[in-house]
């Protein structure tokens, strides 16, 4: 990433405290010297709702969590897009057995 792809912006939080939001764009899609082009994202795992149920982060709206994805024009994925996605990231994942010694490098 560049400075370009990332900045910070400074707002007001509750109780009078400041809170900092940190943005960086990344590709969806990267291209692997042997695997060719591959879906490479995070989105399921930085989306907000990937803190429900959590004692604090769970409580607070989407957007204020610690972490959150949207589109690249700021809006918010639906629930119809967010089920796509992990049912497209769960066929194409590929799972690996480790032994114990294995190394992942």
Sequence with gaps: ATAADMFAEWYDGPGGTRRMKHTAWSPLFVTHPV????????????????????????????????????????????????DELRKVQDEAMERVQLKQGDVIV
């Design 35 to 82: 695997q060719g082009e591959l879906y490479f994202t995070s989105v399921l795992n930085r989306h907000g709702s990937w803190l429900d149920g959590h004692a604090v982060w769970g409580t607070f709206p989407l957007d204020k969590r610690p972490y959150q994805c949207a589109w690249g024009d700021g809006t918010a994925f639906n629930d119809t897009e967010l």
